[in-house]
């Protein structure tokens, strides 16, 4: 619900966006990735790295997703190095495979080509990009960057590495974000699941341990949202 009433997402489904298409693989690519941390399943980084590859494909600028996906074979230790090796492998072959059928020459062009001529004619400054985005954001409800700050630490508190996956996913964009260019402001709808992810999930973990008698006391901060 958060996310749907985001209107940088309105708009970009209403013109249907890339990146809106490509935000629909990364965020089950995200909670698929949530799992296979709890469960160590190869089954789960398979669909989380298949996941993350169609929305690469679809726009590379969800690529912010390669941050949880890395917290979540981590988290496993060796064993999620082996599986991450194994599916990687498979996925890179896929890639490589669809690269060559779209072909290479247009890929490149629209990837790397562009990002250098954009560079060498516009340049690129974090501040530039720091104000694009809070220009786009400004159409935003504020409270949702409230909520999901003060979420990001119940989250860390209560549920400590699907939270750590959650906050994970919402840096690697921002930090995507502020190295692109070039910058427009349909690029920052890539944030807003992630935003909206960790608000809700935070609000509700809150929320359901507020019933029982195990509520710690350091969440009394967060009585106010």
Avoid at 143 to 150: E, K, M, N, S, T
């Amino acid at each position: 619900m958060l996310f749907r009433s985001s209107p940088l997402y309105l708009e970009g489904s209403r013109l249907a966006l890339a990146e809106v298409v490509a935000l629909g693989f990364a965020a089950p690519a995200v909670a698929a990735s949530i799992t296979y941390a709890r469960l160590g399943s190869r089954r789960w980084l398979s669909v989380a790295v298949g996941l993350a590859l169609v929305s690469l494909l679809v726009k590379p600028i969800t690529l912010g997703l390669a941050l949880p996906l890395a917290i979540a074979v981590l988290i496993r230790g060796r064993s999620g190095i082996v599986d991450a090796l194994i599916v990687g492998t498979g996925a890179l072959v896929i890639a490589v495979l669809v690269i060559l059928g779209v072909g290479l020459a247009g890929v490149l062009d629209q990837i790397v080509d562009y990002r250098k001529v954009s560079i060498e004619s516009e340049g690129w400054s974090l501040k530039k990009n720091w104000r694009a985005l809070q220009a786009a954001w400004s159409f935003e409800p504020s409270g949702i960057f409230a909520l999901a700050g003060v979420s990001s630490l119940a989250l860390l508190i209560l549920r400590r590495w699907d939270g750590l996956i959650a906050i994970a996913w919402g840096v690697g964009c921002i930090v995507l974000l502020l190295s692109y260019t070039p910058l427009h402001g349909k690029h920052a709808v890539t944030v807003m699941p992630a935003l909206a992810a960790v608000a809700g999930s935070g609000l509700g973990t809150v929320l359901l341990r507020a019933r029982t008698t195990q509520f710690p006391k350091q969440l009394v901060i967060v009585a106010p949202v």
